[in-house]
């Protein structure tokens, strides 16, 4: 059976800090790009980073370069996502997906809210 | 950025019609080698989104026949022969040809 579980998600003070963490399972990670992708309330699909199998090259949305840090751990087959100098803007159910050769596996999502 | 457009955005259908979902990309998607990197998803409410189309034309496993997509370049198109109660939902298209990658701004699929 195929698994991602996303976690971390939480309410946050703008500014503040979270990590998002999903395990997965079920699939070959270790030849899987990793994506985060997420949904504002009431808006639609946003892609927010991925990285490559090999954990070197990583891709950012302008919105949080240099505020989010895509990593992965392919020994433990997990992805995470490091979200710093959060804003109210980035609240949103966070979804980490990933991309074999021809399937496309989505988590259920972990809600991050940012409010003061 | 490469801007994704849909029409029509709302898209009333009587079960059993046929229903047509249009992409637009700002650039074209396609590689010198003709790869073009153009999927589809579904998203039902409650649920999370699922790959219906990959590369433009390539049914995912377990996907119905009657869905099909199509296109090239910079006009895409996502078609349902017969629709089901099921395809409730908004569809969106995604570029990843392009970094960084986008979403369309999705189709609400319902029933009349």
């Known amino acids: 059976e195929i698994q991602l579980m996303e976690s971390g998600g939480g309410l946050v003070q703008p500014g503040g800090s979270l990590m998002l963490s999903c395990p997965t399972s079920?699939?070959?990670?270790?030849?899987?790009?990793m994506n985060w992708i997420r949904q504002a309330p009431g808006k639609g699909l946003e892609w927010v980073a991925n990285?490559?199998?090999?954990?070197?090259?990583?891709y950012y949305v302008d919105s949080v370069r240099g505020r989010f840090t895509i990593s992965r751990d392919n020994a433990k087959s997990s992805v995470y996502l490091q979200m710093n100098s959060l804003r109210v803007e980035d609240t949103a159910l966070f979804y980490c997906?990933?991309?074999?050769?021809?399937?496309?596996?989505w988590g259920r999502g972990t809600l991050v809210t940012v409010s003061s | 950025d490469v801007v994704m457009t849909q029409s029509p955005l709302s898209l009333p259908v009587t079960l059993g019609q046929p229903a047509s979902i249009s992409c637009r990309s700002s650039?074209?998607?396609?590689?010198?080698?003709?790869?073009?990197?153009l999927d589809w998803f579904h998203h039902r409410p409650g649920q999370s989104p699922r790959r219906l189309i990959y590369?433009?034309?390539n049914r995912d496993s377990g996907v119905p026949d009657r869905f099909s997509g199509g296109g090239s370049g910079t006009d895409f198109t996502l078609k349902i022969s017969r629709v089901e109660a099921e395809d409730i939902g908004i569809y969106y298209c995604?570029?990843?040809?392009?970094?960084?990658?986008?979403f369309g701004p999705g189709t609400r699929l319902e029933i009349k």
């Open positions: 997906v990933a991309w074999t050769a021809d399937n496309s596996f």
């Open positions: 079920g699939f070959s990670f270790s030849s899987s790009w």
């Open positions: 990285i490559h199998p090999d954990g070197v090259d990583k």
């Open positions: 650039q074209s998607l396609a590689f010198s080698d003709g790869t073009t990197l």
């Open positions: 590369r433009v034309s």
């Open positions: 995604f570029q990843y040809t392009h970094r960084p990658h986008t």
